[in-house]
């Protein structure tokens, strides 16, 4: 997804939640002070069938590991750590496991590190540790240097649009929960945007992701297609 596709959804994000566009400059060009260029020739998913491992519950892990690729976003990355799921790619914020995403770095795990307002201290702390050859820097504001924007705003539509901008021939959606009553107000929030992205990316791909049945009827993507 090119920015100029990306920047009307962003505007509509920025507005409803109140976020901040400075601060999300602010950070992504803190994370361009701490990253180097990525080749995203690693990241070649043309042709392969791609398992989005979310922090939910997975009762069944062989789905991702039948996948030719594993992304883990957020909360998956825990997840697939635990039950020896080999992950190809993290998409994270830094708020879930980060000492996890740095030693997968350096194992030579590719992590798309995305940077918003409130996370350059995260940022700060976090990504220095890293080995840099194997950060994707990624920002939700306008990409500038090396530091891309597929498109996505929580960690796991982020994820979709990654793998999407990549070229996965299919996507898998595993341990997710739209539904999390056990969040707060502003997270419940986010999901509801996680959710409408998700109905874009799969108009977009003219498919129809397992993860949206039952509730496609009720996402608004009229505003984006």
């Given at each position: 997804m090119?920015?100029?596709e990306?920047?009307?959804?962003?505007?509509?994000?920025?507005?409803?939640l109140?976020?901040?566009?400075?601060a999300?400059r602010?950070?992504?060009?803190?994370?361009?002070?701490?990253?180097?260029?990525?080749?995203?020739?690693r990241?070649?998913?043309a042709?392969e069938?791609?398992?989005?491992?979310?922090?939910?519950?997975?009762?069944?892990?062989?789905?991702?590991r039948?996948?030719?690729?594993?992304?883990?976003?957020?909360g998956g990355?825990?997840?697939?750590w635990r039950?020896d799921?080999p992950?190809d790619?993290?998409?994270t914020?830094?708020?879930s496991?980060?000492?996890?995403?740095?030693?997968?770095t350096?194992?030579?795990?590719?992590?798309?590190v995305?940077a918003?307002?409130?996370?350059?201290?995260?940022?700060?702390?976090?990504?220095?540790?890293?080995?840099?050859?194997?950060v994707l820097?990624?920002?939700?504001?306008?990409?500038?240097?090396?530091v891309v924007n597929?498109?996505g705003?929580?960690?796991?539509?982020?994820?979709?649009?990654?793998?999407?901008?990549c070229?996965?021939?299919?996507?898998?959606?595993?341990?997710w929960?739209?539904?999390?009553s056990?969040?707060?107000?502003?997270k419940?929030?986010?999901?509801r945007?996680a959710?409408r992205l998700?109905?874009v990316?799969e108009?977009r791909?003219?498919?129809r992701f397992a993860?949206?049945d039952?509730?496609?009827?009720?996402i608004?993507?009229?505003?984006?297609?």
């Amino acid at each position: 997804m090119d920015f100029s596709e990306w920047e009307p959804i962003y505007a509509a994000i920025v507005e409803d939640l109140d976020l901040d566009r400075g601060a999300d400059r602010r950070a992504r060009n803190r994370l361009a002070d701490l990253t180097i260029p990525f080749d995203l020739g690693r990241l070649a998913f043309a042709g392969e069938r791609i398992a989005i491992v979310g922090g939910g519950p997975i009762e069944d892990p062989t789905p991702a590991r039948r996948a030719d690729r594993v992304v883990a976003a957020g909360g998956g990355i825990g997840r697939c750590w635990r039950t020896d799921v080999p992950i190809d790619l993290v998409v994270t914020d830094l708020d879930s496991a980060p000492e996890v995403v740095v030693e997968l770095t350096h194992n030579g795990t590719p992590v798309a590190v995305a940077a918003h307002g409130d996370n350059v201290p995260a940022i700060e702390t976090h990504v220095p540790a890293m080995d840099r050859d194997n950060v994707l820097a990624t920002t939700q504001a306008k990409p500038v240097a090396h530091v891309v924007n597929a498109g996505g705003f929580t960690d796991g539509d982020r994820a979709a649009f990654i793998a999407d901008h990549c070229g996965s021939e299919s996507l898998a959606f595993l341990g997710w929960d739209l539904d999390d009553s056990g969040v707060g107000s502003m997270k419940q929030r986010k999901l509801r945007w996680a959710e409408r992205l998700l109905g874009v990316l799969e108009q977009r791909r003219h498919d129809r992701f397992a993860v949206l049945d039952g509730r496609r009827d009720e996402i608004d993507t009229d505003e984006f297609v």
